[in-house]
């Protein structure tokens, strides 16, 4: 599963809470003392494959607990009172060795400075991506002890910086766990995960990692959320399901129109040395049509996607861009074909008249 990795502030003045995301995220039964209502989401069944708490206060270990007793702690209506993760980890390896990444992260990034945490490790949905691992992680914005809440560690205005700097931690810590099972080529992939789409494409390009190169050209979907993944499990679309099944069907047409200029370039490139005989011009002929044929094809189908879905329209023009250069490709195959084909037939016809 590629890098990915999301935080949001919890905001009591959104209505959120961390004894409910707690529960939502551990699957389990919770009841939130500050409000009296029961987060109950003990009835579904995907149950995590790991749960961890982190926290300067063995007492606090239990997340009921420990959530409950931050929220009495912080008492004010529209406090921040916390971030929530959701950070994708490889399907190349085991449950104990993503166990170890999470644990090292959590450790690192808010156990040493005092903050409370919670991680909830879970498997791919049934009818989902079957490579989906991924983990919640729930963390305090104060330290927490059992005499109570200090300092605000992590505050609004450095929540940039923050993020930054988890996003880089959480894909070096994945791509050394990912190097030390043998692999190599996902671990580069993941080391730079953090980075922009760009940047990721030109770090590919620099250590020869073509596929991946180009994937980073494509353009990203978009995180369901627990109300869209429920409806698309249901099998109701949504509309953040609608818009991810658009855009990877946009990209699997980049990918095929890729693949045909790939073979376009090779096939001009040829054109700069002439055949020596009539049957190498022909199998040239034949390769570049067929190149051509599938650079039309995809180009055509491209159309129909875009055109369908409003939000993207400002993509049409560079597959327009393409067609142009697909035609000037057209262009010169006529001319191939009319100097080293049908120019070599009416030699050897005329050569056989006289």
């Known amino acids: 599963m590629a890098y990915h990795m999301t935080a949001k502030v919890v905001s009591r003045a959104k209505g959120d809470s961390m004894v409910a995301k707690a529960a ?26 790991a749960s961890f708490v982190f926290v300067n206060a063995p007492e ?37 060795q993503r166990g170890f990444i999470v644990k090292d992260f959590m450790r690192e990034q808010f156990l040493r400075k005092g903050v ?30 059992k005499d109570g809440l200090g300092e605000k560690v992590f505050t609004w205005d450095d929540r940039e910086k923050n993020l930054a700097q ?38 590919a390009l620099e250590r020869g990692d073509l596929e991946w190169a180009e ?28 818009l991810n099944r658009a855009v990877r069907e946009v990209n699997g047409l980049k990918r095929e129109m890729q693949a045909a200029d790939r073979a376009i370039r090779a096939e001009q490139e040829k054109l700069a040395n002439p055949p020596r005989i009539p049957e190498d011009a022909r199998e040239r002929g034949a390769a570049m ?3 051509l044929s599938r650079g039309r094809k995809a180009a055509n ?46 030699r050897e016809q005329g050569g056989l008249e006289r």
């Open 24 to 49: 939502y995220n551990s699957r389990t039964s919770i009841m939130e003392e500050r409000t009296g209502e029961v987060k109950d989401y003990s009835r579904h069944k995907d149950k995590p494959l």
């Open 60 to 96: 606090l270990r239990d997340p009921g607990t420990l959530w409950n007793f931050y929220d009495a702690q912080e008492t004010r209506k529209n406090a921040q009172i916390g971030f929530s993760f959701i950070a994708a980890q490889p399907h190349e390896l085991t449950d104990e």
């Open 116 to 145: 409370a945490s919670q991680a909830d490790i879970h498997s791919p949905d049934r009818q989902g991506d079957d490579r989906n691992y991924h983990v919640h992680i729930l963390a305090s914005l104060r330290k927490v002890s």
């Open 166 to 203: 988890w996003r880089e931690k959480w894909a070096e810590r994945t791509a050394r766990e990912l190097e030390k099972a043998g692999f190599k080529q996902e671990a580069e992939r993941w080391r730079y995960g953090h980075l922009p789409q760009e940047q990721q494409r030109q770090k």
């Open 215 to 242: 994937r980073k050209e494509a353009d990203a979907t978009k995180h369901l959320g627990p109300t869209a993944s429920d409806m698309e499990r249901k099998g109701k679309r949504s509309d953040r399901g609608n």
């Open 289 to 291: 049509a067929d190149a």
């Open 301 to 346: 189908k491209a159309r129909n996607p875009l055109e369908r879905d409003g939000y993207r329209l400002w993509e049409r023009a560079p597959f327009r861009q393409r067609q142009r250069g697909t035609y000037d490709a057209a262009a010169a195959y006529e001319k191939y074909l009319r100097e080293h084909v049908w120019g070599e037939r009416e």
